[in-house]
């Protein structure tokens, strides 16, 4: 006892002697000291202080003698051994300390933990202090190995401590923290301790925070911003612990949520975990304690002084933030404040973009979560909800074209005529922001939307969507295109933007004309395939059944027949699911292209002058294919809509432009005789000659090319039937394939490509029609000419004559073109070649129906019907003068060869003599074409033989005959005495 005695008597005289003194550093002062330590209990705490005194000379030989980069907190040797105290003095102590505290008791370990903490805290404070980040803080301090040692014994004695102690270690960390603000060593033990520290420094600033609202927690949040990298959940433990702490109630937890708010305005790595928690526990529940405990915090002075300091607080939201402004929008109405506070933070956040400054919450916009919450929220019935998404997504898309584009393209197809809030929304988007240079377009987003329902259209199997959802996708676009352009031309919405809207349409009609290309390529399809499919039902029907003599089968193809789902055998129905796809998905295809159609007559893209010739050409083509589809809608009703709004894009598309209404005319015409003649009860002629089975070496064609070479190749064989079948058979049934009035909406389709207005030129233009005809009838190019020659000469044409023939017969509607023409006169004159052709065959079968003496005559028999049809045009066009123009209603009641006499004497020789030429014709342009019987005096050689023929059955023909002969003589007996009276009357006056 008393050699330790000596020791501490000894080391007394060293601490008095001052920190000056060289015995005081020598190492026979570490050396005694280090014994006390270990063997004198009661002389720890003066030994510690004398370390610490140690400590402080290393610390302050390091700071001098070291260069420091405050970036990156290295540091450098200066010239000197900064090293050589820390390695002389502080080793030999770390070492003896580290052993104690290994062999300690809790009530040791906490001395030297408090010790290291004091000196840590005090050093720090103490010496030349860089302004320098945390983690360059760090940095620098643990450079010295004195600091580093104490470090480590901290480290250690932490380890040590059990539960109990912890909480008195953290107690004193947080002791130390107040009194010297070391932050790095707060970041260096929150690494291993993060929930912990993260609480207490909350706790300590909370605390702050009531004694001044105004106070700025500047290294506090530096300290959690730090460990928030590597321990962000701690962090946000901490602070959803805290904030569920302050939603409850009482007025003692009333700061918790200003204060949460106001260190939120100081770190956006606070915030940020706030919106995520607020985000991740949000529901019903809350909201009313939130709505419940709003008033307490309004009431409170703190908070009402930090209030306007938080109304940009949302724009340094990096994640979530667009949720928590739709959410803040979704309450509005109901809190005044909330409202308040998302108008304070769209002004500031459209403030940044007209400034152009970037922000944190316009990348939130950006991401793709959020855009899909937005298109969400812009159609919903909240209209405070849906402005704000329609004013976020504007904000969004000053930065982010892309963003705008895909907007537009969304609303217009997920915008439903029964949630008209979207329509809404998608007004106020056309409509841009304000203010902005150089916001994007309209026409990118139009163009983006039409190639997407185009694309869903072509591929109707591709794809994650359903084929339903394309479907209405596509149909709500057409629509709500539709919708708008109505909208703006009513005035209803902001009319400046109607030439917006219109110009971009009209620029995205290649899209459009795409489109309607791809749906009305799908319709005609169902329709051919359709019809095909019921004329071999019909077909294979009639065979079955000729014993009961069902040869009146009819059909009729209407859009409901086109796409019906049950296929009715033996009166049964049997659903085919296949079937009924492909009927829903049409009937679908049958309002788009009815909307689109509708869009194109609503946006008038015909009258802009900015159509090309290919647009033109093909918009020419696909009106027409829409016309004929158009024909087999059922009911009556919805067909005539769809012909009228077709015959109003008709109208348009050819004013003014002569190609088009080529294209127009030859479209429908081509696909009348060609495509779809089944609609006006075209006979497949092919059919029928395969039904007959006849062998390919006796077609009259192969027969006639035997006799084309040599000297006498101008022979030809003709044949009145098949070879080895006899005359061909009728097929009656072509009566009935048909819709009843089909004619009519064809010829007012055909006349809405013409322009009325100029009487001169519109008749000029039905001539192109009689040309076409020529062109699709005629067989050649040869005797085209106007003039009707010999009635020999068709012995050389017989073989045309007799093809065109079979064409009327087969084409049914050519009567019709044909009846058009007449009425314009003088275009049936450019038909000449038809007539001629029609009126030879006609006259020479007459011929040989003289032939069978007893031959009943059939009025209505194929041949009598196409002579009075005949007559009848010619009578209609003014080729045949009167008594002649009554020949169609006579002709009946004469014999085969006395009506071939007629046609030979009366109709051929006159049109032989008086050649069907437009000069026939007067027009004055005010009034049609009209051709002055008064100056065309019929000759008595073309009409004596009708009247002698009339004369020999005065019976049949008597009041036929008074009006054909006697009333024009009496007439004109009548005018030349009134002539007479007239002129005596005129002399005797003078």
Not at 106 to 130: A, C, F, P, Q, R
Not at 416 to 443: C, E, M
Not at 543 to 553: E, T
Request: aromatic share 8%.
């Amino acid at each position: 006892m008393s050699h330790i005695l000596v020791k501490f008597s000894k080391f007394l005289d060293i601490l008095d002697a001052g920190e000056d003194a060289k015995i005081f550093v020598s190492d026979n002062a570490i050396r005694e000291s280090l014994f006390l330590l270990t063997e004198f209990q009661t002389c720890r705490t003066l030994t510690l202080k004398y370390f610490g005194v140690l400590a402080d000379k290393c610390i302050e030989n390091y700071v001098q003698n070291v260069i420091v980069d405050v970036r990156t907190g290295s540091v450098t040797n200066n010239g000197r051994d900064f090293d050589l105290l820390d390695q002389r003095y502080f080793i030999p102590i770390q070492a003896k300390l580290e052993t104690l505290i290994n062999n300690g008791t809790d009530e040791w370990h906490l001395e030297v933990l408090k010790w290291s903490l004091e000196l840590i805290g005090s050093l720090t404070k103490k010496h030349k202090n860089y302004e320098m980040t945390i983690g360059a803080k760090t940095n620098y301090w643990l450079s010295s190995t004195t600091m580093k040692g104490l470090m480590l014994l901290t480290t250690r004695c932490i380890c040590k401590l059990d539960s109990n102690n912890l909480e008195k270690a953290i107690v004193e960390i947080m002791s130390v923290f107040r009194r010297f603000q070391p932050d790095w060593l707060l970041v260096r033990i929150g690494n291993c301790f993060p929930h912990k520290i993260m609480s207490n420094i909350l706790e300590f600033c909370l605390k702050l925070f009531e004694h001044e609202v105004n106070v700025k927690f500047t290294v506090e949040v530096s300290i959690l911003d730090h460990l928030s990298f590597l321990h962000e959940n701690d962090l946000k433990n901490a602070l959803k612990k805290m904030l569920l702490r302050g939603l409850t109630e009482g007025p003692a937890n009333a700061s918790v949520v200003p204060f949460l708010l106001s260190l939120s305005n100081q770190s956006e790595i606070i915030l940020q975990s706030l919106v995520d928690i607020l985000y991740e526990i949000y529901d019903d529940k809350l909201l009313a304690t939130i709505a419940k405990n709003s008033l307490l915090w309004r009431n409170n002075k703190l908070f009402m002084d930090m209030q306007p300091s938080l109304h940009n607080v949302v724009l340094r939201i990096k994640n979530h933030g667009v949720q928590l402004l739709l959410k803040l929008a979704k309450i509005a109405s109901q809190f005044q404040w909330c409202y308040i506070f998302l108008e304070y933070s769209l002004i500031e956040l459209e403030q940044c973009v007209l400034n152009s400054k970037l922000c944190p919450l316009i990348n939130d916009l950006a991401s793709e979560e959020s855009k899909y919450l937005l298109w969400i929220s812009s159609t919903s019935s909240n209209r405070i909800e849906q402005q704000t998404a329609i004013r976020l997504l504007l904000i969004a898309s000053t930065q982010y074209n892309n963003h705008y584009y895909e907007t537009i393209s969304e609303l217009l197809r997920k915008s439903y005529d029964i949630k008209k809030s979207g329509l809404t929304a998608l007004i106020r988007l056309l409509n841009g922001h304000n203010g902005v240079q150089n916001f994007p377009k309209i026409k990118p987003g139009l163009d983006m939307v039409l190639q997407d329902v185009t694309t869903q259209e072509q591929f109707p199997n591709f794809g994650w969507h359903g084929r339903d959802m394309r479907i209405s996708e596509t149909l709500n676009v057409l629509k709500n295109l539709k919708t708008l352009l109505e909208l703006y031309k009513q005035n209803t919405v902001t009319p400046s933007k109607e030439t917006q809207l219109t110009a971009a349409l009209i620029k995205c009609l290649p899209k459009l004309l795409e489109l309607l290309e791809v749906i009305t390529e799908s319709l005609i399809h169902s329709m051919n395939k359709k019809a095909k499919e019921d004329l071999e039902n019909i077909n294979s029907y009639s065979d079955s059944s000729d014993s009961d003599d069902s040869d009146d089968v009819k059909l009729n193809f209407t859009s409901s027949e086109l796409f019906e789902t049950n296929s009715k055998i033996d009166g049964n129905s049997v659903e085919d699911s296949e079937k009924t796809d492909e009927a829903n998905a049409n009937f679908n295809r049958q309002e788009k292209a009815h909307v689109l159609v509708d869009l194109l007559n609503t946006v008038d893209v015909c009258g802009s002058s900015v159509l090309t010739t290919p647009e033109v050409l093909k918009l020419s083509s696909l009106l027409a294919k829409y016309f004929f589809f158009c024909l087999t809608e059922k009911p009556d009703t919805k067909r005539l809509f769809g012909i009228k709004r077709c015959c109003q894009l008709l109208q348009r598309l050819c004013k003014g432009r002569n190609a088009a209404r080529t294209a127009c005319v030859r479209e429908l015409i081509e696909g009348a005789l060609l495509h779809y003649g089944y609609l006006f009860g075209q006979i497949d002629e092919l059919k029928i000659v395969d039904e007959l089975k006849v062998p390919e070496n006796e077609f009259v064609f192969n027969q006639n090319t035997r006799f084309n070479h040599g000297p006498v190749s101008n022979r030809t064989a003709l044949h009145a039937g098949v070879i080895g079948h006899g005359l061909r058979t009728n097929n009656n049934k072509t009566n009935e394939t048909y819709c009843p009035g089909t004619e009519v909406l064809f010829l007012k389709a055909l006349n809405s490509c013409f322009d009325h207005s100029d009487i001169r030129n519109v008749y000029e233009c039905y001539s192109s029609i009689s040309l076409l005809l020529l062109e699709l009838v005629c067989p050649d190019i040869m005797y085209n000419g106007l003039p009707f020659p010999e009635e020999e000469f068709t012995k050389v044409t017989m073989e045309r004559d007799l093809f065109i023939k079979r064409a009327f017969s087969n084409s049914p509607v050519l009567w019709t073109i044909l009846g058009y023409l007449a009425l314009r006169r003088p275009a049936l004159c450019f038909a000449s070649v038809l007539l001629r052709a029609l009126c030879a065959t006609c006259l020479h079968q007459w011929r040989a129906k003289n032939v069978s003496k007893f031959q009943s005559l059939d009025p209505n028999e194929e041949l009598m019907d196409c002579t009075k049809k005949l007559l009848e045009i010619l009578a209609t066009g003014q080729l045949l003068p009167p008594p002649l123009s009554n020949l169609s209603t006579i002709i009946e009641h004469f014999e085969p060869l006395e009506i071939a006499l007629v046609l030979k004497e009366c109709v051929w020789n006159y049109l032989k003599d008086y050649v069907p030429t437009p000069t026939l014709f007067q027009c004055d342009g005010t009034a049609p074409p009209w051709r002055n019987p008064a100056l065309f005096k019929v000759q008595p050689q073309y009409v004596d033989p009708l009247r002698n023929l009339m004369q020999k059955k005065l019976t049949k023909f008597g009041s036929h005959y008074y009006q054909m002969f006697i009333m024009p003589e009496l007439h004109n007996s009548l005018e030349n005495i009134m002539l007479t009276e007239r002129e005596k009357n005129e002399g005797k006056k003078t």
